[in-house]
């Protein structure tokens, strides 16, 4: 969906809520492909047997991209990603798992050289189908104001 929203329009404790999506082992295989990183706690099925977790774990990063991806439902045309703040990754997401964002708009303020823009921050919460967080972070938006500041 393609919204317009201006910077003053956003309000601060707005929330949303995404639709799921299962963590497949191909979704795992082909992030492995793509980074390169082939560490056994994501690829080898025997060895993550003798650990901690005792099976594979996904990416955090896959995580990550998956859970921002979930939260891409919503477009605002007078907006683009600034970057992410404050990126954890809480719990292990496994093969079979069930993830879900909830975005929070946790702040607004000023950006400091662009008196037509200001920045909107979406405390991102990601988590399982067992309500259990996952990941957590800041994602910041630049967006675009009716009028300029100053």
């Given at each position: ?126 988590r ?10 800041e ?12």
């Amino acid at each position: 969906m393609i919204h317009e929203q201006y910077f003053e329009d956003y309000a601060q404790g707005a929330q949303r809520e995404t639709t799921g999506r299962t963590i497949t082992e191909a979704d795992i295989v082909l992030h492995a492909g793509q980074t390169g990183d082939f560490f056994p706690h994501h690829m080898d099925a025997a060895w993550c047997a003798t650990q901690d977790f005792g099976q594979r774990i996904a990416h955090g990063t896959l995580i990550f991209s998956v859970g921002i991806g979930l939260t891409a439902s919503v477009v605002n045309a007078r907006a683009m990603s600034y970057g992410y703040d404050r990126l954890r990754f809480i719990k292990p997401v496994f093969i079979g798992d069930t993830i879900y964002a909830r975005v929070e708009i946790s702040d607004k303020r000023d950006h400091a050289k662009r008196l037509t823009h200001g920045i909107v921050v979406e405390a991102v919460t990601v988590r399982n189908q067992r309500g259990e967080t996952v990941l957590v972070c800041e994602h910041l938006h630049l967006v675009e104001r009716r009028q300029a500041q100053g």
